[in-house]
């Protein structure tokens, strides 16, 4: 498989937005750190603090992150940004993710996400970059629907990275997108790990 070809199926799973809600099954997206893997079997640590046991398939790849800078962020990038809205009202980001040219337009559109409460995903085009009070600000663009949201200076930028089942170890924190079967049991759709310092959002 051509290293063009990983780094477009490490971004996919940047896209847990469309994907998730296009699901047959339930879907859950677990936050949390590794317990431990056996068997095909992963245990975590949940933020909320209950202990899941999730199935990863055969195919699941994990993928991990890479920290960018503002610098990369170019007029005409297409990004996800996850942000809340500051007392003024304007939306912060949290975190900046800049896909690859090939994963264009994928999950365009603003939609409600569970960071944090009142936080949002934002998946759109750049159509310019601007300074804010405390960094910058990009005005984005989804659907020919104009947003504009502020990246404060300590915001991470980041894009996907390669992984393997060897960096799910104890203790490792780890974002997934998993099923729920009738029964209750998870099945991990997606698996994006930390490694070299660099963790999912949680």
Do not use: C
């Amino acid at each position: 498989m051509s290293l063009a070809r990983r780094t477009l199926i490490a971004a996919a799973l940047l896209l847990p937005t469309v994907s998730a809600f296009a699901q047959s099954s339930p879907v859950m997206r677990i936050r949390g750190s590794v317990v431990g893997f056996a068997d095909s079997t992963l245990t975590i640590a949940t933020r909320e603090g209950p202990s899941v046991s999730i199935t990863l398939p055969g195919t699941l790849t994990p993928s991990s992150l890479k920290r960018l800078t503002m610098a990369d962020i170019k007029p005409n990038s297409f990004i996800a940004t996850v942000a809340a809205p500051d007392a003024a009202g304007n939306l912060q980001a949290s975190y900046v993710m800049i896909f690859p040219e090939a994963m264009r337009g994928t999950g365009e559109g603003h939609y409600d996400w569970d960071l944090a409460p009142g936080t949002s995903m934002t998946n759109a085009t750049v159509a310019s970059i601007g300074s804010a009070t405390a960094g910058h600000k990009l005005s984005l663009v989804y659907k020919n629907t104009p947003i504009d949201i502020d990246v404060p200076d300590n915001t991470p930028i980041l894009s996907a990275a390669q992984a393997s089942r060897d960096d799910l170890r104890p203790g490792v924190r780890v974002f997934i997108i998993a099923s729920k079967a009738a029964d209750g049991s998870l099945t991990a759709n997606r698996l994006y790990v930390g490694k070299d310092g660099v963790n999912p959002p949680q």
